[in-house]
C-alpha cells in the first residue's frame, strides 16, 4: 500500500465515481486491482477483482445497503472478474459486460491468467448500455488485450473506464494466443476517434488526465517496438529471445518471458501483413536470406 493507493479505502474520484483498491499488488497488477462504484443513489461496480474475502468485505462496505443494478467486467483474467459471483450473491445484481472466455495457456504471462468461472447474466455488444439513477454506461469494444476486452464510457461525466487496454503505470500485455496486436493497435485508434472522453480510469495505476494524447504515445510506442523488430531482423537476429535480450535491456529477468509474448504479438502481426515469415523458431524478414 502507499500514501495514494490505500488498500480497502473507498475514495471518491468524482462525483460519480468511487474506487477501492484490491490487496492483490505485485509486479503485474502495480498496486493492485481498481474496482469502480458508479451512481449515487443506485449503483454499478466495474471490475470487481479477485475472489478474496477481504476486497468483498471493502466493496461491500462502500456500497453501503445501495441498490447494485450491475456488476460490470473488462474481460476475464484473474484479477479482474472472480469476485463478481460473492458479489451477485450479496447485491443480488447481475453480472453484465465482456463475453466469457477460458483458454488454455500456459505460457508465461505478465498477467493473471482467465477466470473459468466468470458467467455473465448478460453480455454487452459494442453501444450496448446499462443505466441507474443519474449515470449511464455505454460498452465499448476494445480487443487487443484480450479478445473479449470492453471499456466502459461514464456518459454523464466524460469517464472511461478503461480495463486493461488502456493502464496508467505501464504498457498492455498483448500476449498470444489471445491477445493480438492488430486488434490492439486498431483499439487505441477507436479510443483516439472518441473526443468526448475527458479522463480514463485504469484497472491499474492512476487516472488518465489527457487521454488522446496518451494513447497516440501508446501507439508510437509499439511502433517503435515494431521497427526495433524489423531492424533486428536485417541484421540476422531471428530467435525471439535474443530479439528480447537486444530491445529490454535492464529488464528484470522474471519478465523475459512476457517480454517474449510481445514481441511474438508483434511478429504475428507482421507476418499476417507479409512483411516476415516463420522458419521454425526463427523469423526472417520476407524476401531476406536467413
Not at 473459468?116 to 439513477?133: M, N
Not at 496486436?181 to 480514463?200: F, G, I, P, T, W
Request: aromatic content about 6%; charged content about 20%; hydrophobic content about 40%.
Amino acid at each position: 500500500m502507499t500514501e495514494d493507493a490505500p488498500t480497502g479505502l473507498a475514495i471518491a474520484l468524482e462525483p460519480l465515481v468511487t474506487r477501492v483498491l484490491a490487496g492483490n499488488p505485485s509486479p503485474y497488477t502495480y498496486t493492485g486491482t481498481q474496482t469502480y462504484l458508479v451512481g449515487t443513489t443506485d449503483l454499478a461496480v466495474i471490475d470487481p477483482g479477485p475472489d478474496e474475502p477481504d476486497h468483498l468485505a471493502a466493496l461491500l462496505a462502500a456500497i453501503d445497503g445501495r441498490p447494485v443494478r450491475a456488476i460490470l467486467c473488462t474481460h476475464t483474467h484473474r484479477d479482474h472478474s472472480p469476485a463478481a459471483p460473492a458479489l451477485k450473491a450479496a447485491t443480488g445484481a447481475p453480472i453484465i459486460g465482456c463475453a466469457p472466455l477460458v483458454l488454455d495457456d500456459a505460457g508465461p504471462r505478465a498477467d493473471a491468467s482467465f477466470d473459468a468461472s466468470y458467467a455473465p447474466d448478460r453480455v454487452l455488444a459494442d453501444g450496448q448500455q446499462v443505466a441507474g439513477e443519474g449515470w449511464t454506461l455505454t460498452a465499448v469494444a476494445t480487443p487487443g488485450h484480450t479478445s473479449n476486452h470492453l471499456c466502459f464510457a461514464l456518459e454523464e461525466s466524460g469517464a472511461l473506464f478503461t480495463g486493461d487496454h488502456v493502464m496508467g503505470w505501464s504498457t498492455t500485455v498483448v500476449a498470444p494466443p489471445d491477445g493480438n496486436m492488430a486488434a490492439y493497435m486498431a483499439s487505441l485508434d477507436k479510443l483516439m476517434q472518441r473526443e468526448r472522453d475527458r479522463v480514463y480510469y485504469p484497472a491499474h495505476g492512476a487516472p488518465i488526465e489527457r487521454p488522446q494524447r496518451f494513447v497516440r504515445g501508446l501507439a508510437g510506442h509499439r511502433k517503435q517496438r515494431e521497427g526495433q523488430i524489423l531492424r533486428l531482423l536485417g541484421e540476422g537476429i531471428g530467435a525471439v529471445p535474443a530479439m528480447v535480450e537486444r530491445m529490454y535491456v535492464g529488464l528484470d529477468p522474471r519478465l523475459h518471458g512476457a517480454a517474449s509474448r510481445s514481441v511474438l504479438a508483434h511478429l504475428e502481426d507482421l507476418q499476417t501483413r507479409g512483411r516476415v515469415a516463420a522458419d521454425g523458431e526463427a523469423w526472417r524478414l520476407i524476401g531476406v536470406e536467413a
